[in-house]
């Protein structure tokens, strides 16, 4: 009013008035009118963390926000640092090694028992999964499983017959850390038997090859050429090829010898004879 009506500065105006000529500078902040809509979103978040704002604006529409803009809500979405955290990938269990499997190699038989799973599918359309054991050292296929679920309690006893059947248990058992294979069935198996574990390391079969390579000689050649009815003839036809695979197929790792001849030579030569 001073300067208006009488002419005076800003300076003098303050000075006569007593007041600091930094209130004339002071701009009063006003409310935002976008308060309301901005904690909406934060809630909005906070419940739903991997909804994204294209969904937020269509509640919010919902919930009576008929002309609320899309891009309005991008903006005061942005400007409220919210967003679609990065998707987490759940963590696998991972099997305990009493021996790391890059460091393991088999020296006599039944020292590496190596365990992998794989599947086909019959004519039907029923999947099937095969579990196999095979003896590093020489190579044999001691059980081919095949059934159209195969967990860890069938593994085990698996395991178990083959342990009859053979009259001893393996020093070491290798395998990947599918659930089946890391399961406390397998593990409890392990420790009555003293058996040790060798698990290979998450996406690295290399680590598993001898039963890898087994298993790729089956598909290559018996589940990429048969075709399947139902589960006994898949039975039937797998325990066929594994018999030729272990007594009739030359081994090119073998000298050109059935796993079985190996086998049976490396026992004769290494194993004291009986008088």
């Not at 008035?17 to 004339?24: K, N």
């Not at 009576?64 to 891009?71: A, D, T």
């Amino acid at each position: 009013m001073l300067r208006d009506r009488q002419g005076l500065s800003q300076r003098r105006a303050c000075r006569i008035i007593g007041q600091h000529r930094s209130t004339q500078r002071h701009r009063p902040e006003r409310a935002d009118p976008d308060s309301a809509l901005r904690a909406e979103l934060r809630t909005f978040a906070r419940r739903h963390p991997r909804w994204g704002y294209r969904r937020a604006h269509a509640v919010l529409r919902r919930q009576g926000h008929h002309q609320l803009n899309r891009k309005k809500v991008q903006r005061l979405w942005r400007e409220e640092g919210l967003r679609v955290p990065p998707r987490r990938h759940k963590k696998r269990r991972l099997g305990i090694s009493t021996t790391p499997a890059d460091r393991l190699v088999a020296t006599h038989p039944d020292h590496v028992w190596a365990l992998d799973y794989q599947f086909d599918v019959t004519t039907t359309g029923r999947t099937i999964k095969i579990l196999h054991v095979t003896d590093e050292f020489t190579r044999e296929s001691l059980c081919d499983l095949v059934d159209t679920s195969i967990d860890a309690d069938a593994t085990v006893t698996a395991l178990d017959k083959l342990v009859d059947a053979r009259g001893t248990h393996p020093t070491f058992i290798r395998c990947d850390n599918g659930p089946e294979l890391t399961a406390n069935a397998l593990r409890d198996w392990c420790r009555f038997t003293g058996a040790g574990t060798a698990y290979i390391d998450p996406g690295s079969p290399w680590q598993n090859p001898w039963v890898e390579s087994y298993g790729s000689r089956m598909r290559d050649e018996l589940l990429a050429i048969e075709s399947f009815d139902g589960l006994l003839e898949a039975q039937v036809l797998v325990a066929d090829w594994r018999e030729e695979y272990n007594t009739y197929r030359p081994h090119s790792a073998l000298g050109m010898l059935t796993p079985v001849e190996f086998a049976a030579q490396w026992r004769a030569e290494h194993q004291p004879q009986l008088t």
